[in-house]
């Protein structure tokens, strides 16, 4: 007979793709933008696929707002370099499949707000 532990570990990877519509389930139902993965304490591990993502789009934020950051977390690792097709880590290609975090909240016009802030 085996002893399982009491607990078991929660690892969730999330998707995120410029363009999408879902909850970041797969590539196929991807989170439109990083601020949703970010916000679902569910993802510990969150695969960014090529784009530009600006910290004012997303769940908790507003059009526009030059106080934005993306707010990471510990415990929780990003990956960006995805074409969005992947089905391995080691398959993203970050040299052609670039993956941008964006301070610039009102495009085209001048920003001097950091776009990242880091906690835990």
Sequence with gaps: MRAEPAYAATWSLCYVKVGASGSGSSWNDAYPDLQSALADSNCTEIWVAQGTYYPDEGTGQSDD???????????????????????????????????????????????????????G
């Excluded at 707002?65 to 391995?88: M, N, P, Q, W």
């Design 65 to 119: 707002d030059r106080t934005s950051t993306f707010t990471l977390k510990s415990g929780v690792a990003i990956y960006g370099g995805f074409d969005g097709t992947e089905t391995a880590q080691g398959q993203r290609d970050p040299a052609t499949n670039t993956t941008t975090l964006s301070g610039c909240i009102k495009r085209g016009k001048p920003n001097t707000l950091n776009g990242v802030s880091r906690t």
